[in-house]
T-cell receptor, first 119, second 111 residues
Framework: GAVVSQHPSRVICKSGTSVKIECRSL??????MFWYRQFPKQSLMLMAT?????????EQGVEKDKFLINHASLTLSTLTVTSAHPEDSSFYIC???????????????FGPGTRLTVL | KQEVTQIPAALSVPEGENLVLNCSFT??????LQWFRQDPGKGLTSLLL?????REQTSGRLNASLDKSSGRSTLYIAASQPGDSATYLC??????????FGKGTRLSVIA
């Protein structure tokens, strides 16, 4: 299967700072990437859909000015949590879709996640 | 909007038992359905993907079935092992829309 990486895997920051999380598709091109958030013992909730070269589409209730998404290339999307607060502490998981692979067409592949802790 | 329900929410079984995890979804017009495994604090591992035209998919001790018309899927785990302990998530996929997840079933297999 295709590989998606995330960096960093874990980050601890002070309240009020900004944190950037990178998501990369390593062996395929992803025109679309998705960002999910998961609170303890809860399911994955979609935050936004990121399309290469255009603005991200945010789900209802997700603040686009707080969670900045940039998808500048076919293999990289970034999520920046601006002015982070303790309630932003969560597990952030990215996913990339391979529209070019014959075997994996339209399948979503997931990164290993980033654990954000805001003090 | 697609809604996914997984039953039971938690399950504890002795090692060696066969077990069934259930998933139901409200919109049956799906493209495919995936079952994932998630270990505590980790990302998702894809277990099985069933296309809408398929009724079953098997991988080792895992067998997933899909009844698209009734909006149901089951994951059967044979001869469970302690290493199977994890949260299992199902996610139906509609066209080009992103995957929608249930809350999962937390499985604990006791040696």
């Amino acid at each position: 299967g295709a590989v998606v990486s995330q960096h960093p895997s874990r980050v601890i920051c002070k309240s009020g700072t900004s944190v950037k999380i990178e998501c990369r598709s390593l062996d395929f091109q992803a025109t679309t990437m998705f960002w999910y958030r998961q609170f303890p013992k809860q399911s994955l909730m979609l935050m936004a859909t990121s399309n290469e070269g255009s603005k991200a589409t945010y789900e209802q209730g997700v603040e686009k000015d707080k969670f900045l998404i940039n998808h500048a290339s076919l293999t990289l999307s970034t999520l920046t949590v601006t002015s982070a607060h303790p309630e932003d502490s969560s597990f952030y998981i990215c996913s990339a879709r391979d529209l070019g692979g014959k075997r994996t067409y339209n399948e979503q592949f997931f990164g290993p996640g980033t654990r954000l802790t805001v003090l | 909007k697609q809604e996914v329900t997984q039953i039971p929410a938690a399950l504890s079984v002795p090692e060696g038992e066969n077990l069934v995890l259930n998933c139901s979804f409200t919109d049956s017009a799906i493209y495919n359905l995936q079952w994932f495994r998630q270990d505590p604090g980790k990302g998702l591992t894809s277990l099985l993907l069933i296309q809408s035209s398929q009724r079953e998919q098997t991988s080792g001790r895992l067998n997933a079935s899909l009844d698209k018309s009734s909006g149901r899927s089951t994951l059967y785990i044979a001869a469970s092992q302690p290493g199977d302990s994890a949260t299992y998530l199902c996610a139906p996929k509609e066209g080009n829309t992103p995957l929608v997840f249930g809350k999962g079933t937390r499985l604990s297999v006791i040696a």
